[in-house]
């Protein structure tokens, strides 16, 4: 009998360890997908594991009741597709999918291609600039799927280059003559080294008060010491049309100037150390290395993936319990601006048609002057209609537009932990904006509630150095979001506001509530574009609160087109049931604009408790985010 109840026990027990165990399915860089996945036999690729687990969960494999592990050992898994995750690839709480790192491994996603056997230029490059000639390296451009890849970034062992422009710093971009808005022409003073007689690729890249525009050159006619440009469509009709925000031309002077601009992307601009350009028609990309570079022993990257990760569920089918834990998402490209333009509303999000209304009023907004419809730029991590989801510990850097984006109908996801670093746009976002159907202006409130992004959570997150391309993009990005808690964030080296909360301009019942955004450390912030705050707000939302964070170290920008238009905290139009309060920074400017009823402010300022002030931004368990990381790199002043 002792016996018989020994074995038993035994039995219960190794029960009860199978169920707690997760079941492990190895990749390597030195993997085969024939492998059967353990530790010593692992697949090659991310998408053969999770095919693997999907298989396991079909067939409700014992294996699983612990859950799965995808545990990728050290190296660079270079994808040709984006990794998609599907409902069929969902956990359970008892029995999640994590996707992570091997110990002490670092597992890098990257969707770059190396650009390789470069040598130094020793023939006449037709249209370089005198002084560049002797200095500039060669290579082919990378050959993806049969043809040569179009690209608007490159990197340098991970130090991104700058595309050639005509201006080398931001400081020294002239301003705008004219615009002549029927011919849909813009002048500009003609550049002391000219300008080529054909554009061919060439870009302008203007700054429009809290937004930037992103227009492909057609022509160049020069008239003196001037020259008139013209532009390609779409972005041609919607730069001319749209209202806001348009290029500043200062009649009146009761603003700082006309609006800068710059010109890039061509050949002729290529006369500085860490420049580069690709020639589409040789087929060659040029760069002039910097101080210390030796490109025969250099690693050269070119993006060549949009999305590196899609997580896509449905509304009646989402995806469930997928965890990413310590993993790098390296390298993406955005070519939408080379194809079709780039003309901002706000927050990045692009116009698809704008115009200025001549009779004012919509039948649910009887002031409003213009209407609007945008379109989202993709992230390299995307994810529509999951839940229970989240990123702990992971990188995401080198890509070319939003980093990590919770699209819609997500909820109860978690963002921790993890550092968005040279983002060319939007480090987080999260929440539906406006649908392309919908006029921006509109509030979103739709009948089925599943499609609002929930309680989701972002905390002990390091952004820095993101909206270093597009310069109307955010730190952290939400549009019409519930229950959203953003904490102990730290947020720096942004090019517009730290943290923008809501869309809409509206004061009517929409889709927001009880968000909270608290104990955040933002600085450093509105590096290039003003109409700008640490914390910003749009619309209706009742019950939320901004309490407890740190704003201060705010940048001077000599050509912000109103020098005094900046602010810690700003409440925006259609703002409402608002309460903000204990928010810590270096003086009272605050701005409230146009806000409906029953906002809140109490004892926000300078006299706020010193502990209020040291607690906010990154926990003592995340700290370590920080080392290495350097604000203020190239120390542009800052307003006091």
Same mark, same amino acid.
């Given at each position: ?41 692992? +697949? ?28 990728? @050992? ?94 080398? @710093? ?59 440009? @013209? ?87 989402? $995806? ?22 780039? $003309? ?41 209609? $999951? ?93 019409? $979001? ?24 509206? +004061? ?133």
């Amino acid at each position: 009998m002792k016996k018989l109840v020994f074995l038993w026990s035994i039995l219960l027990l190794s029960l009860v360890s199978l169920k707690s165990r997760a079941a492990e399915i190895w990749v390597a860089t030195n993997g085969n997908d024939a492998n059967t996945g353990t530790k010593n036999s692992p +697949k090659l690729t991310l998408a053969a594991a999770l095919r693997h687990a999907r298989e396991l969960r079909r067939l409700n494999d014992p294996s699983i009741a612990g859950g799965i592990h995808i545990i990728l @050992t050290g190296g660079e898994y270079v994808l040709d597709e984006s990794i998609f995750i599907r409902p069929e690839d969902s956990g359970t709480s008892s029995s999640p999918t994590i996707i992570e790192n091997a110990s002490d491994e670092k597992a890098v996603l990257t969707g770059g291609v190396n650009t390789t056997n470069w040598k130094k230029s020793v023939v006449h490059i037709s249209g370089l600039p005198k002084q560049s000639q002797g200095n500039i390296w060669e290579a082919n451009i990378p050959e993806v799927g049969g043809g040569n890849l179009l690209f608007r970034q490159l990197w340098v062992n991970g130090t991104k280059a700058t595309r050639a422009r005509e201006s080398n @710093t931001d400081e020294s971009m002239n301003r705008i003559l004219s615009i002549d808005k029927q011919k849909q022409e813009i002048w500009i003073p003609l550049p002391k080294s000219g300008l080529p007689k054909s554009p061919g690729q060439m870009e302008m890249v203007i700054h429009q008060m809290w937004a930037i525009a992103n227009l492909r050159v057609k022509s160049i006619e020069i008239d003196g010491n001037k020259a008139g440009l @013209t532009f390609y469509q779409p972005e041609s009709k919607i730069e001319f049309e749209h209202p806001w925000p348009a290029p500043v031309i200062d009649k009146t002077h009761k603003m700082n100037g006309n609006s800068a601009f710059y010109l890039n992307n061509s050949i002729a601009f290529l006369d500085k150390p860490g420049e580069w350009y690709e020639d589409l028609k040789s087929g060659k990309v040029y760069y002039w290395p910097r101080k210390g570079e030796d490109l025969n022993h250099s690693k050269v990257v070119v993006p060549s993936l949009e999305k590196l990760v899609q997580v896509c569920g449905t509304i009646d089918r989402p $995806v469930s319990y997928v965890f990413f834990k310590r993993i790098n998402f390296e390298y993406s490209t955005w070519l939408r601006p080379s194809q079709k333009g780039h $003309v901002p509303l706000q927050a990045g999000m692009y116009l698809l048609d704008a115009y200025k209304l001549k009779i004012k009023g919509t039948p649910e907004k009887s002031g409003l002057e213009n209407q609007a419809w945008v379109g989202r730029p993709p992230a390299a991590v995307e994810l529509t209609y $999951v839940n229970h989801t989240g990123f702990e510990g992971c990188t995401f850097t080198h890509l070319a537009s939003s980093g990590l984006d919770y699209i819609r109908g997500d909820h109860d996801d978690k963002i921790k932990g993890n550092l968005f670093s040279d983002i060319g746009g939007t480090g987080i976002q999260i929440g539906t904006y406006s649908d392309e159907g919908l006029e921006a202006h509109l509030p979103y409130n739709p009948k089925d509630t599943r499609d609002v992004c929930t309680n989701e959570h972002i905390e002990n997150n390091l952004i820095t150095d993101v909206t270093n391309e597009d310069w109307g993009s955010l730190g952290i990005s939400a549009g019409y $979001v519930k229950k959203i808690i953003i904490e102990n964030n730290e947020i720096s080296d942004v090019s517009y506001s730290g943290i923008s909360l809501g869309w809409g301009w509206t +004061k009517a019942a929409n889709a927001m509530s009880d968000n909270i955004i608290r104990a955040n450390k933002i600085h450093h912030y509105a590096r290039h574009m003003y109409d700008v705050a640490g914390i910003y707000t749009l619309s209706a939302q009742p019950n939320t609160v901004i309490d407890s964070n740190y704003v201060d170290s705010i940048y001077k920008v000599s050509y912000a087109h109103d020098p005094e238009h900046w602010f810690y905290l700003y409440c925006d139009e259609g703002s409402s049931y608002i309460t903000v309060k204990n928010n810590w920074c270096p003086s009272e400017k605050f701005l409230k604009n146009a806000n409906g009823p029953d906002d809140v402010w109490e004892n926000n300022g300078p006299q706020v408790s010193n502990s209020i002030k040291e607690s906010a931004g990154l926990q003592i368990p995340y700290q370590y985010l920080l080392k290495g990381i350097k604000v203020n790199p190239d120390n542009q002043p800052l307003n006091h």
